[in-house]
């Protein structure tokens, strides 16, 4: 499990800012994505199943964000290009060695989304959103323990 400040300070926080969509809000729905899909950074791979990185990405949505977000976005790709050294979409193998790049993919994702971000004191309202927009109704996260995961990572 990572040192959530250092999560924050040393990962989060710059890989925001590269991508000009850094708030207080978003990190901390990426310190909740974390915390409740890799227990904090324990898990790199998914035991059963696809999912990569710190944030477990599904290969199939890391394609996704690719093919049908980026290529149509120009100043992304050149924040990507220039910032994380990626002017075509790297091998998704990079989500579990680069965590500043699987933080703004995990970004990206939630970019994706028309509704605002949930506010980052409300672990109820980040639960709710990142369920929606990325765990799914499929998923297998339910509030309780979700929310139980990130109050014990941030209060680490």
Known sequence: ???????????IKPA????????EDA??????????????GTYLKQIKGPALGIYQMEP????D?????????????????????????PHED????DLRFATAMTRIHYARVAESLPP??????????YKKNYNSSQGAATQDK???????FINN
């Open 1 to 11: 499990m990572f040192n959530v400040q250092q999560l924050k300070e040393l990962i």
């Open 16 to 23: 925001l800012i590269d991508l000009i969509m850094f708030s």
């Open 27 to 40: 990190m901390q729905l990426l310190v909740f994505t974390c915390s409740v899909e890799s227990l904090g």
């Open 60 to 63: 199939e949505n890391y394609n």
């Open 65 to 89: 964000i690719w093919q049908n977000y980026i290529k149509n976005k120009n100043n992304l790709s050149l924040l990507l290009a220039t910032n994380f050294d990626c002017s075509r979409m």
């Open 94 to 97: 990079r989500l579990v060695y």
């Open 120 to 129: 980052s004191n409300n672990p109820e309202m980040i639960y709710n959103y």
């Open 146 to 152: 979700s929310i139980d995961k990130y109050l014990s």
